[in-house]
């Protein structure tokens, strides 16, 4: 079976809410392995795992999360947007550039 019948047969079997139900599990999951490996990094609120392992932690569940999106647009419209995400990367990067006094606009991340 290939990769978009798997997906189409997920969504048959379990239906689309479940699907974002799923979705909204895998995102909880997301936001605390970003958490640990964020006080992993920082190391001022210690947690006994070693950065390495909330690394993997993080890898693991932003592909959970990437599939579950995956499997929600085989039974919807893309849920993905490359206009959308770089309007939201400019403004991103504006907010900080306002913070951190940028003038070029490039002044964030080094790059020129």
């Known amino acids: 079976m290939n990769e978009i019948a798997e997906k189409h047969d997920i ?5 689309v809410e479940s699907a974002l139900e799923q979705l909204a599990e895998e995102s909880a999951e997301l936001t605390h392995a970003a958490l640990k490996l964020s006080r992993a990094l920082r190391g001022v609120n210690p947690t006994p795992i070693s950065t390495t392992d909330a690394v993997l932690a993080l890898h693991e569940e932003v592909n959970d ?18 206009s959308i995400m770089s309007n939201k ?4 990067e504006q907010r900080l550039n306002e913070i951190h006094g940028g003038g070029s606009g490039n002044a964030v991340g080094g790059r020129d």
């Open 11 to 15: 969504i048959k079997s379990i239906g």
């Open 65 to 82: 999360v990437l599939l579950c999106v995956s499997v929600l647009e085989s039974a919807l419209v893309s849920l993905r947007s490359d």
């Open 89 to 92: 990367l400019i403004r991103w």
